[in-house]
Every structure is written in C-alpha cells, then in structure tokens.
C-alpha cells in the first residue's frame, strides 16, 4: 500500500471557501470579500458547527473539552495505542482571509475522507483539532485553547478572560453552547503536525511551495496604558499639559528605534491597537491605550527589548503621567522536532514538492502541542507576499492540496510508527 496519497484539490477548496462565507464581509479597503469571525462570536460558533459536521460526515468521532476545544478522531487498528494529532483554528482576526487556520483544519478533515476513500486503516487513530482563540484578538492571549490543553495556561484563567465589551470567555463558551464535557488537559498524542499558509514571503521568495518549519519565534503582547490630563486645546499652554496621546506616540517612535538600532538581532515590533480619550478634538488626551506586540526568535534579546520598553516608560512618567502596563501573552522561542520534520522533509520528496526549512515568524498551535509530543509544521507558500491577517491573504488551490498532501502522506507514516 502506497502511503504517497493525493487528496481531492477541489473537496478541499470548495470546504475552505464554504467556510470562509461564514462571517464574511465586504472589505471597502481591498474591495474583496474578507473574513470576521473572531473567537466564539456567533460567526465563530457557526464555522464551528459546519466543520463538526464535515467531521461526522467523514466518520470522524467528536468530542468537545471544556475549553471549547474540538476533536475529530478517526480510529486505527489500535485503538489503544496513542493518536497522531493534526489541526489548527478557525477562529480569525476582524480583517481575515480564508486560508489562516483554516487549511490545517480542513485539510486533516480532508485527509481522513481521502483514507475513507482508500479504505486505508492507519495503525495508531488519527485526530483533526480545532483550538479556541488561537488569534487572541478578541480575549486578549494568544494560542489560548491549545494553551490549556496543554496545561501551560489554566481553565479558570481562560474563561475568565473578557473583551472589550466585558464579555468573559466562560460566558461566550456556554452563550454559544461549546462548554464541551471533555477535560481540557489534552492527553500527549504520539505526535503532531500542522499545516498552515506561511503568511509571509520566503517561500514565494525561495520559489518553493512546501516549508517544513523549524520552530517559531518567541512572542510578547502587553496593553500600556497612559493617564494625562484632559485641558483645553486652545488655551492649554505647551509647558502646562500632560500629554498622554504624545506619550503614545513617543513610545512607538521609540519602538521603531529599538528595532532600528539593530540591538536586538530580528526585532519585530508592533503598536496595533491605540486609543485615546476622551477622543475629541479641541482636549488634550487625559488617557491613551496601546498594545505591543514583540516578536523575537531570541529570548535574550526579546528579554532586553522588553526592559528597554520599560526604561522608556519610566521616563514618560514625568511632568504628569502616569503609566501601568498589563502582561497579554508571553511565549519563549519554541523548536520543533528534528524527527517529524525529517518526516516531512521525506513527505515532500516523495510527492517530487521542492521544499526549504524556516522559522515561523506567526505564532500557532504548535508551538503549545509541542510540550506534549514530538511536533512540527508545514508551510504552504502565499501570494502577494505572504500577506496576512487582510482580505488579500491567498494561495492557490494547487498550492493548499500540495501541502496538504504532504500532511496526508507525513501522518500516514507517522501512524504506523511503533
Ligand atoms: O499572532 C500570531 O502570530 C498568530 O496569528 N496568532
Ligand atoms: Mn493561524
Ligand atoms: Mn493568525
């Protein structure tokens, strides 16, 4: 029996476009159809539904843990031996495409109908995830579901998470009827790879489609928030006011700089969400609100770009201002296995798909599962780019089935290993 399979490139495509109508918007910016389905928003609950179907459908069993977690299991010749796990999210940014995610979802689910079709019986069970909240954006900490699956972050902590509206997790969870009976703890699987677009632009770069990725980045979100004073825009001499939306602004020129600086090897830094209050043109702002977003493959440097933001903060904290910062999310530099990604090196050559390793610049699932079991990635190269987290996010139906045909190929062996 060969273990070389392709799946079906238009099931796959038509799975990944049928979910991307549910929570799809007309995106003025791009002029294209985007994708808002933030975390357990009803859009969400609805893509969750429809992919809990396509896995019954293919024969899948479902199981639900208590962090919203799902859980499609496909059984092997022995049942008691450990699965191998594949997955990723569904949940996306307010600006999505249809491919973030998604691809490692519906692409395991396609996977097991292709070995229906085959009627290929894998020695170990096969299972497909679907991680809450793995984008962070709505609760605030990233790769959150599979965070607590993997006990580095706790149940009562991620349910009582809010948004901005005051909306707790826990609550969201049960108001959309995904408080599953499973615990949360997710039992060490044998192994676990994950296929998912690359969003960025080495592959189209290197001119391959495949990227058997080697570990990702260490990753650092914080809220800060400014407390001025509001006074009059007009007669609120320079010297009598306490800023805080040009402290704001100071701090992201000061962002910039330390990347700038070289100092802190491949720094990447981000301010993408800012407010200020009260947000009217003729007052001073009396309070601004930011979050920054560091990315780091280094700890050390991460740790020192960190206390370099500190210091800067310290010395806003004169004429006036008062500054508190508030840790969101926080995850070191995680390698993956040397072995699964030789598995998927091997997996890439025998579908004749050129491939190169790199390191994820994303965060993803991965990188939490990985403490559980041996782990790696597949990367399916983008176009324009790479680009991500925007409606323009694409890769081309050829491209998705290649790598998901390396999946395919990569959890069969992966299966029948002892
Ligand atoms: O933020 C990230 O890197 C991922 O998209 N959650
Ligand atoms: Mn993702
Ligand atoms: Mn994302």
Same mark, same amino acid.
């Given at each position: 029996?060969?273990?070389?399979?392709?799946?079906?490139?238009?099931?796959?495509?038509?799975?990944?476009?049928? $979910?991307?109508?549910?929570?799809?918007?007309?995106?003025?910016?791009?002029?294209?159809?985007?994708?808002?389905?933030?975390?357990?928003?009803?859009?969400?609950?609805?893509?969750? @539904?429809?992919?809990?179907?396509?896995?019954?459908?293919?024969?899948?069993?479902?199981?639900?843990?208590?962090?919203?977690?799902?859980?499609?299991?496909?059984?092997?010749?022995?049942?008691?031996?450990?699965?191998?796990?594949?997955? +990723?999210?569904?949940?996306?940014?307010?600006?999505?495409?249809?491919?973030?995610?998604?691809?490692?979802?519906?692409?395991?689910?396609?996977? $097991?109908?292709?070995?229906?079709?085959?009627?290929?019986?894998?020695?170990?069970?096969?299972?497909?995830?679907?991680?809450?909240?793995?984008?962070?954006? @709505?609760?605030?900490?990233?790769?959150?579901?599979?965070?607590?699956?993997?006990? @580095?972050?706790?149940?009562?902590?991620?349910?009582?998470?809010?948004?901005?509206?005051?909306?707790?997790?826990?609550?969201?969870?049960?108001? /959309?009827? #995904?408080?599953?009976?499973?615990?949360?703890?997710?039992?060490?699987?044998?192994?676990?790879?994950?296929?998912?677009?690359?969003?960025?632009?080495?592959?189209?770069?290197?001119?391959?489609?495949?990227?058997?990725?080697?570990?990702?980045?260490?990753?650092?979100?914080?809220?800060?928030?400014?407390?001025?004073?509001?006074?009059?825009?007009?007669?609120?001499?320079? =010297?009598?006011?306490?800023?805080?939306?040009?402290?704001?602004?100071?701090?992201?020129?000061?962002?910039?700089?330390?990347?700038?600086?070289?100092?802190?090897?491949?720094?990447?830094?981000?301010?993408?969400?800012?407010?200020?209050?009260?947000?009217? /043109?003729?007052?001073?702002?009396?309070?601004?609100?930011? /979050?920054?977003?560091?990315?780091?493959?280094?700890?050390?440097?991460?740790?020192?770009?960190?206390?370099?933001?500190?210091?800067?903060?310290?010395?806003?904290?004169?004429?006036?201002? +008062?500054?508190?910062?508030?840790?969101?999310?926080?995850?070191?530099?995680?390698?993956?296995?040397?072995?699964?990604?030789?598995?998927?090196?091997?997996?890439?050559?025998?579908?004749?798909?050129?491939?190169?390793?790199?390191?994820?610049?994303?965060?993803?699932?991965?990188?939490?599962?990985?403490?559980?079991?041996?782990?790696?990635?597949? #990367?399916?190269?983008? =176009?324009?780019?790479?680009? +991500?987290?925007?409606?323009?996010?694409?890769?081309?139906? =050829?491209?998705?089935?290649?790598?998901?045909?390396?999946?395919?190929? /990569? $959890?069969?062996?992966?299966?029948?290993?002892?």
């Amino acid at each position: 029996m060969t273990d070389i399979i392709t799946v079906n490139r238009d099931r796959l495509w038509r799975s990944l476009m049928d $979910l991307a109508e549910i929570g799809a918007y007309d995106d003025e910016r791009t002029g294209l159809r985007g994708v808002n389905r933030l975390a357990l928003t009803d859009a969400d609950a609805a893509g969750r @539904r429809l992919v809990i179907s396509w896995m019954e459908q293919a024969g899948l069993t479902v199981r639900i843990d208590k962090m919203g977690n799902i859980y499609g299991r496909r059984d092997g010749a022995d049942p008691e031996a450990r699965p191998v796990l594949t997955g +990723s999210h569904i949940d996306s940014v307010a600006t999505a495409g249809a491919f973030d995610g998604c691809l490692g979802v519906l692409g395991g689910i396609e996977v $097991l109908r292709t070995l229906n079709e085959r009627g290929i019986t894998t020695r170990r069970p096969i299972e497909v995830a679907v991680f809450t909240e793995e984008e962070g954006v @709505r609760f605030g900490t990233d790769m959150l579901g599979s965070a607590v699956a993997a006990n @580095r972050l706790t149940l009562d902590y991620a349910h009582a998470l809010t948004d901005r509206d005051g909306a707790t997790l826990g609550a969201e969870l049960a108001r /959309t009827g #995904f408080v599953g009976l499973a615990g949360e703890r997710l039992d060490p699987p044998h192994a676990y790879v994950e296929c998912h677009i690359e969003q960025g632009p080495v592959l189209a770069q290197a001119g391959v489609e495949i990227g058997v990725v080697t570990g990702v980045q260490g990753i650092s979100w914080q809220e800060i928030i400014i407390h001025g004073r509001a006074a009059h825009a007009g007669t609120t001499p320079t =010297e009598l006011r306490a800023d805080a939306g040009l402290a704001a602004a100071q701090i992201i020129v000061h962002l910039r700089a330390m990347v700038d600086s070289g100092s802190y090897d491949d720094l990447r830094a981000t301010v993408g969400y800012l407010a200020v209050h009260p947000d009217l /043109t003729n007052i001073v702002p009396a309070r601004a609100e930011l /979050t920054v977003d560091l990315r780091n493959p280094d700890d050390t440097h991460m740790a020192r770009a960190e206390q370099d933001l500190a210091a800067f903060l310290r010395t806003l904290e004169e004429n006036g201002l +008062s500054i508190s910062t508030r840790r969101m999310a926080k995850t070191a530099y995680v390698p993956f296995d040397d072995t699964v990604q030789k598995v998927i090196a091997r997996a890439a050559d025998d579908h004749g798909l050129a491939h190169i390793s790199l390191l994820s610049g994303a965060g993803h699932d991965a990188q939490e599962i990985a403490v559980l079991c041996p782990t790696a990635m597949i #990367f399916v190269r983008g =176009e324009y780019d790479g680009i +991500s987290h925007n409606p323009r996010e694409y890769s081309t139906p =050829e491209a998705c089935a290649h790598g998901i045909d390396v999946l395919a190929t /990569t $959890l069969l062996r992966l299966a029948d290993q002892n």
